[in-house]
């Protein structure tokens, strides 16, 4: 079963790093575009940053300049540098793939548990 898993998430001093981490796992063919969302309470869950296969990446303009998105194909991993640290960015983080499973003869939509981030002043 083809699963995402995310870790690295914490309690962080304003303006101090998390590096966040997702892990694709199961029986995958292929993997599209990986990305981080994140959820505030009371807020909408919104797209963090993603990256393509080939490591094109887009971020949201708030946290441009500060977070960091990569990924290894290899070990079908995508990683969430994040540094100088908002309370705002406080929320939960997911992880989110278009993955394709051998089992399957499409990409599919995958989502992470989620990992909290807490940023305090």
């Known amino acids: 079963q083809v699963q995402l898993v995310e870790s690295g998430g914490g309690l962080v001093q304003a303006g101090g790093s998390l590096r966040l981490s997702c892990a694709a796992s199961?029986?995958?063919?292929?993997?599209?575009?990986m990305g981080w969302y994140r959820q505030a309470p009371g807020k909408q869950r919104e797209l963090v940053a993603r990256?393509?296969?080939?490591?094109?990446?887009a971020y949201a303009d708030s946290v441009k300049g500060r977070f960091t998105i990569s990924r290894d194909n290899a070990k079908n991993t995508v990683e969430l540098e994040m540094n100088s640290l908002k309370p705002e960015d406080t929320a939960v983080y997911y992880c989110?793939?278009?993955?394709?499973?051998?089992?399957?003869?499409?990409?599919?939509?995958?989502w992470g548990q989620g990992t909290q981030v807490t940023v305090s002043s």
């Open positions: 989110n793939a278009d993955i394709w499973p051998r089992a399957s003869s499409e990409y599919q939509e995958y």
């Open positions: 990256t393509t296969s080939r490591s094109s990446t």
């Open positions: 199961g029986s995958i063919f292929r993997i599209n575009i």
